[in-house]
Each structure stands twice: as structure tokens, then as C-alpha cells.
């Protein structure tokens, strides 16, 4: 994955999502890109390997898009979030993950599971 195009992109997608949703783009082993939220912020850095138990490294593992909360003894901050596996020949080369706070809402359903059936839900970490 080129750094400075997954840049661009995220750019883009900073005008659309909702200023409550911090947003990471990894590869396979580490984050590329971090942007926290006016609301959560879980300090990771270009660079960071990803570590287990988050919801990236479990959409990485299965090959799946995931949705969960993570508590905060993985990171820190505990949070919700939703994850989808990036592909390119059918290869896994990364992983882009939105991030909110851990506090279940109305809203976060409706925003991050649109379609439930192609999700894989877990609430281990509430």
C-alpha cells in the first residue's frame, strides 16, 4: 500500500465521517495511518504494531469484517469498533478500522452496522 495515496483517501473520508469517529488504516503488521477523534483518542502511532485482542487484529485473523467492544486494558481506552479486512487479489494486505467511544448507542448501531448479517458481532469486552 502506497503511505501518501491512503493519505489522500483518508482525507477525503475525514469530510464525511462524524467527528465522534477516529479512524486507523493498518497493513498487516502495523498501523499506517491514526486519526483520533474530537472524542476518543488511543494514542496509536504510524508504525505501532497491532497488538491482540483489538478489533483490527481480529478482522485481520478471520479475514472478516468484525464489530466489538474492546475494553481498556487492550489500549488503554475502552471503545467500539468496526473493522474490514483490505484486499488486492485476493491477497490481505490491511485493514481500515473505525473507531468510537465504547458507549453503546442508538446511533453507533445504526452507523456502524448497517448490514448485521455480514458482521461478526462480539460483546465480550462490555
Known sequence: MNVMSVTDMIEGFQAILPDHVSIAITDGDKYMYYRPSKTIDLKIEPG????????????????????????????????????????????LIGCITLISESVQSHYQSNFFNRDESKLLVSSSAR
Open 48 to 91: 505501532d504494531l497491532i497488538k491482540e485482542d483489538t478489533v483490527t487484529h481480529k478482522a485481520l485473523t478471520i479475514k472478516k469484517k468484525t464489530a466489538e467492544y474492546v475494553s481498556a486494558q487492550v489500549l488503554g481506552v475502552p471503545y467500539y469498533g468496526i473493522s474490514t479486512p483490505l484486499f488486492s487479489d485476493h491477497r
